[in-house]
């Protein structure tokens, strides 16, 4: 899906690590709720509330997911999921476009 039809967008916008990821919140009407946003180059770890689905819609980055000890590669048309209530780190090594989906369990 490359467009969200009849949501409403957070203004104000999440900003992360110095400004080196940001990102916009889109919600839908039946209470789901996803983020839009960018990752700049560089390393960062990310704590979760919810279970998570990050699809990477262009760039690349490696992800080490919680309860393992490889890194895994993620590029653009490509998708992770994270558990609720977890840590996950990411080394970005090019610029990432991003959109999370926060899945309720």
């Known amino acids: ?10 203004r104000e916008a ?14 839908f009407a039946d209470g789901t709720k996803k983020t839009l ?3 700049m180059p560089g390393e960062y770890t990310f704590g979760t509330d919810a279970k ?7 760039g690349g980055l490696d992800v080490l997911l919680p309860g ?6 993620v590029k653009g048309g490509e998708a992770f999921e994270v ?9 970005v090594k090019e610029i990432a476009d991003y959109c ?3 899945i309720a369990e």
């Open 1 to 10: 899906m490359s467009e969200f039809k009849n949501v409403t967008v957070v």
């Open 14 to 27: 999440n900003v992360y690590f110095d400004g080196k990821v940001t990102s916009r919140t889109v919600l």
């Open 37 to 39: 946003g960018i990752m």
């Open 52 to 58: 998570e689905l990050m699809e990477i819609l262009t």
């Open 68 to 73: 393992s000890s490889d890194w895994k590669t």
């Open 83 to 91: 558990p609720a209530n977890s840590k996950f780190s990411l080394v």
């Open 100 to 102: 999370c989906s926060y």
